[in-house]
């Protein structure tokens, strides 16, 4: 079978491999689609170099259909279409004894520190497999892993219908907790800098902010009566946007923290005190957040086609990640049925 593989340098190869089949307890499946993300650019600048096994089959925003089934699975035929929650926890920390097995203390995340979905099939737990329903396009459920990241990030905040919500980068994951949030009731602002993606997020009906056209506290000073707004994502990932996430939200309002940053950043602690603000960690996801993000998809709620900028062969997926960087793409998949 034809994989794609992180070697280490900012180098990816498209290489071949002798399939297994799925040991007791997994199932294999048949991977039709992959999405591309901002983990896998980070793992492609090295920066996780430190925690992935190189060659790395890497990819973990997969849809397909189950090919096998290992020993002792029940519940799943050969032909069931899935999507993979590609989380692998431990079950005897203190976090997955709390009840919080998604961030298990010793998390294998599939994809990064196992083998991913960039492969023909692909053996995984079955308790990771999330059916889909009947009709929904499997290149519109490699969004799934995505949305239910929006969603779960969307469920921490406790946002409520009718707040008013500041999403601080309007990438992939920005876009989806807009639209998520906007779904569950909220009016919903996106700052962001780059021209080209506000007009793209300007197309799917939000209103949008450039912070260095407009003093962006101000604005949303105004467009929230001057009490400031209820809830702020920071899903850029920059320094400056952490710092000014605190001047956005009101009094007793929620920040989010979506992204993910690579060094400690400055905050405005003294406004955290003056306003009683909450600040939230949000990290991947839970079960039921991916069965919500299924349903939004399945509802046509999340704008799939406006999302996917392009399909590419398994073969390009090395160059793929050249329009990621440079801002030419929303969304990418990779067809790993494509070998042209």
Known sequence: MLTARYLGDRAVDTAEAQPEPPPAGQVQVRVAYNGLCGTDLHILHGAMDGRVTRPLIFGHEASGEVAAVGDGVTGWAVG??????PLDWDGTCPACLAGHQHICQNLTFIGIDSPGALQEVWNVPARTLVRLPAGLRLD????VEPVAVAVHDVRRSELAPGDKAVVIGGGPIGVLIATVARDAGADVVVIELDAARRAQIADLGFATLDPTAADQVAWVEEWTGG???????EVSGAAPAVLGATGLAKVRGTIVVVAIHPTPRPIDLQRMFWRELRLLGARVYEATDFEAAVDLLARGVIPADLLITKIVPLSGTGAAFADLEAGRAMKILVDVRDHS
């Open 80 to 85: 069931d279409p899935v999507v993979v929650m």
């Open 140 to 143: 519109h459920a490699a969004l």
């Open 227 to 233: 009490a400031g707004a209820d809830v702020v994502f």
